[in-house]
């Protein structure tokens, strides 16, 4: 098992991608804390890890709450007396031109992919310094290196993780820290989901246009990225054994973006 023994703190983890990486860090060895906005939906995914052995809890956790964070991973520790991995995962969608972009929308989704990212980042690393390392995975997306039509806050966001990510990497490196970014393309999340009519009604097309000749016209294939896609490279970043793989970000896209 390559994650064995390994704690792991996985934002936004009840659903989605965050519940796939969790579900694959398990298989692996790991223990899990899913820390997601819904306190039952995270109970739920917890209890499903729990019914295949592993060892999993679930805790209701806004991630632009500054006490909440610290407080969930000071109960991760006290749980299982460490904090090897964070998964900086949570993350929400709205889509507006930037004429049309209302400010109050512009600073709450700022908020929770980066001030989120912040705050987990934060209270994980006093831990991991302590006990001599961790790893640092940050859900960015092509975005974090492409922009698109109406995502104004997000793609900001996204490339904001890749600055912080480096830092980290940098800051962290002398105390075992290793910390990238994974950067996938459209994975039928429910994120996206709810996309795909809100871009039709903007765009003026059907959504299956939208999908087709928006969301999948740069892909090799037509095909949209999965969530094991995703969780197989965030345990590649999990498990890398040297220093060599740190403060990078990997695109998985079905050819999208290539660089």
Same mark, same amino acid.
């Not at 302590?130 to 974090?144: C, D, K, N, P, T």
């Given at each position: 098992? +390559?994650?064995?023994?390994?704690?792991?703190?996985?934002?936004?983890?009840?659903?989605?991608?965050?519940?796939?990486?969790?579900?694959?860090?398990? %298989?692996? &060895?790991?223990?899990?804390?899913?820390?997601?906005?819904?306190?039952?939906?995270?109970?739920?995914?917890?209890?499903?890890?729990?019914?295949?052995?592993?060892?999993?809890?679930?805790?209701?956790?806004?991630?632009?709450?500054?006490?909440?964070?610290?407080?969930?991973? $000071?109960? #991760?520790?006290?749980?299982?007396?460490?904090?090897?991995?964070?998964?900086?995962?949570?993350?929400?969608?709205?889509?507006?031109?930037?004429?049309?972009?209302?400010?109050?929308?512009?600073?709450?989704?700022?908020?929770? /992919?980066?001030?989120?990212?912040?705050?987990?980042? %934060?209270?994980?690393?006093? /831990?991991?310094?302590?006990?001599?390392?961790? %790893?640092?995975?940050?859900?960015?997306?092509? /975005?974090?290196? $492409?922009?698109?039509?109406?995502?104004?806050?997000?793609?900001?966001?996204?490339?904001?993780?890749? &600055?912080?990510?480096?830092?980290?990497?940098?800051?962290?490196?002398? /105390?075992?820290?290793?910390?990238?970014?994974?950067?996938?393309?459209?994975? %039928? #999340?429910?994120?996206?989901?709810?996309?795909?009519?809100?871009?039709?009604?903007?765009?003026?097309?059907?959504? #299956? $246009?939208?999908? +087709?000749?928006?969301?999948?016209?740069?892909?090799?294939?037509?095909?949209?990225?999965?969530?094991?896609?995703?969780? #197989?490279?965030?345990?590649?970043?999990?498990?890398?054994?040297?220093?060599?793989?740190?403060?990078?970000?990997?695109?998985?896209?079905?050819?999208?973006?290539?660089?």
């Amino acid at each position: 098992m +390559k994650l064995k023994d390994k704690v792991a703190y996985i934002t936004g983890a009840a659903s989605g991608i965050g519940k796939e990486i969790a579900i694959v860090f398990a %298989r692996e &060895g790991a223990r899990i804390v899913i820390a997601d906005l819904n306190q039952a939906a995270a109970e739920a995914t917890a209890a499903e890890l729990k019914s295949s052995g592993a060892q999993a809890v679930g805790m209701a956790v806004d991630v632009t709450d500054e006490q909440q964070v610290e407080a969930s991973v $000071e109960a #991760t520790v006290k749980t299982f007396g460490r904090v090897d991995i964070l998964v900086s995962n949570a993350g929400i969608q709205i889509v507006h031109p930037i004429v049309e972009f209302g400010f109050s929308d512009w600073k709450k989704l700022l908020a929770i /992919h980066l001030d989120g990212a912040f705050l987990t980042t %934060r209270a994980c690393l006093k /831990h991991m310094y302590a006990q001599g390392g961790g %790893r640092v995975i940050y859900m960015g997306s092509v /975005h974090s290196k $492409e922009a698109s039509l109406l995502k104004a806050p997000y793609v900001t966001a996204k490339h904001g993780l890749i &600055g912080l990510c480096k830092t980290v990497a940098k800051e962290g490196g002398p /105390h075992g820290i290793r910390a990238n970014v994974i950067c996938p393309g459209f994975v %039928r #999340t429910p994120l996206v989901e709810k996309q795909i009519p809100e871009q039709a009604r903007t765009l003026g097309m059907t959504e #299956t $246009e939208v999908v +087709k000749n928006v969301m999948l016209k740069e892909t090799v294939d037509g095909e949209f990225t999965t969530t094991d896609d995703v969780a #197989t490279v965030a345990l590649l970043f999990a498990s890398f054994p040297s220093n060599a793989l740190t403060g990078q970000s990997l695109v998985v896209s079905h050819g999208w973006f290539m660089q």
